[in-house]
């Protein structure tokens, strides 16, 4: 079992940048893939960036490569996310997620665990 919080969520105007933060409970956080996920209102919730139990690899949707990085401290049990040149189209309520097995996965139903969400508003 895994229970993962998430922070770091606020306004900021377009071209500024946040880092949102993931606490995760349970001694097997170092084992799971975890993925960032956002849902914008009316939208379904879409991928955004994995990362595999090592840090070694990562994936990213088209929408952020380039401006988003996701990092993962297993020490502190923390998975992380920072975002740079915020545009107003990435405003959505972001979410962490954890996934049992090794392959880095972009679908929502492929992960097992979800936090509660965390708001990013980016203004014009």
């Known amino acids: 079992q895994v229970q993962l919080v998430e922070s770091g969520g606020g306004l900021v105007q377009a071209g500024g940048s946040l880092r949102l933060s993931c606490a995760a409970s349970?001694?097997?956080?170092?084992?799971?893939?975890m993925g960032w996920f956002r849902q914008a209102p009316g939208k379904e919730r879409e991928f955004v960036a994995a990362?595999?139990?090592?840090?070694?690899?990562?994936s990213y949707a088209d929408s952020v490569k380039g401006r988003f990085t996701i990092s993962k401290d297993n020490a502190k049990n923390t998975l992380y996310l920072q975002m740079n040149s915020l545009k107003p189209e990435d405003t959505a309520v972001y979410y962490c997620?954890?996934?049992?097995?090794?392959?880095?996965?972009?679908?929502?139903?492929?992960?097992?665990?979800w936090g509660q969400g965390t708001q990013v508003t980016v203004s014009s």
């Open positions: 349970g001694r097997s956080f170092s084992t799971y893939v």
């Open positions: 990362i595999s139990w090592s840090g070694l690899m990562t």
């Open positions: 997620a954890a996934a049992r097995g090794v392959v880095l996965t972009t679908t929502p139903k492929t992960y097992d665990y």
